[in-house]
């Protein structure tokens, strides 16, 4: 079975620019979740989907990050502009509805900000 | 929400000798209770976890945890570590019923022959 596939594994973009992360959670999960992981710190949730529904996204910055998942399967998040601060590991989860909270988690991305 | 604290940042430890790693959470309502580790540049792998029944529980390459209500405690630990258990551990807790995984801060375990 397929793991959660993230991409890109690194990006390296200078501040304000914008920035596009990608992610495809295991065949079958229907709740998806993006989580922050700055540098010593443990994970900390932006957003989550069921389905192709947004239903928890409190501690997303509305400002500059948005989220979609059409379909209820692929997701992307996005930083328009980036700033010096964002630099961090953008990380992937999915989960099966009703499994335990058990979250299968993808490679992150490494976001640098210049 | 819950609030976890690991009590350790940084663990040395040397090969074959056991190691312990602590981990607090704030609630004492019936959870469900997670230690994952990443190993660097990967994402973050399920160790064990307990979600009801005995609370020791144990992961399939030696590491064993143990649920301790009235403390609120989930300490993991392993009796004799590899080199290859060099990695952050995080200790992760959610409530019953609800999505929403809190983590620690993690600990890095640094195992030297």
């Known amino acids: 079975e397929a793991g959660v596939v993230q991409s890109p594994r690194y990006k390296i973009i200078e501040k304000k620019q914008p920035v596009a992360f990608w992610c495809n959670p295991i065949s079958g999960h229907n709740t998806l979740y993006w989580y922050l992981q700055n540098l010593g710190q443990g994970p900390e949730l932006l957003i989550r989907?069921?389905?192709?529904?947004?239903?928890?996204d409190s501690q997303l910055p509305k400002d500059r990050f948005s989220a979609e998942r059409l379909k209820g399967v692929d997701s992307t998040l996005k930083i328009q502009p980036a700033e010096l601060g964002d630099s961090a590991v953008y990380l992937c989860a999915s989960s099966f509805r009703g499994k335990n909270n058990e979250q299968f988690f993808g490679p992150g991305t490494r976001l640098t900000v210049l | 929400a819950q609030s976890v604290t690991q009590l350790d940042s940084q663990v040395p430890v040397f090969e074959e000798a056991p190691v312990e790693l602590r981990c607090n959470y704030s609630?004492?309502?019936?959870?469900?209770l997670f230690w994952y580790v990443q190993y660097p540049n990967q994402g973050l792998q399920l160790l064990l976890k307990y979600l009801s029944g005995s609370t020791l529980v144990e992961s399939i390459n030696g590491f064993e945890a143990e649920f301790n209500k009235s403390q609120t405690s989930f300490h993991l630990r392993k009796p004799s570590v590899h080199i290859s258990d060099t990695a952050e551990y995080f200790c992760a807790v959610s409530d019953q019923g609800d999505y929403k995984l809190s983590f620690g801060a993690g600990t890095t375990v640094t195992v030297r022959a």
């Open positions: 989907y069921e389905n192709e529904e947004a239903v928890d």
């Open positions: 609630s004492s309502v019936s959870v469900y």
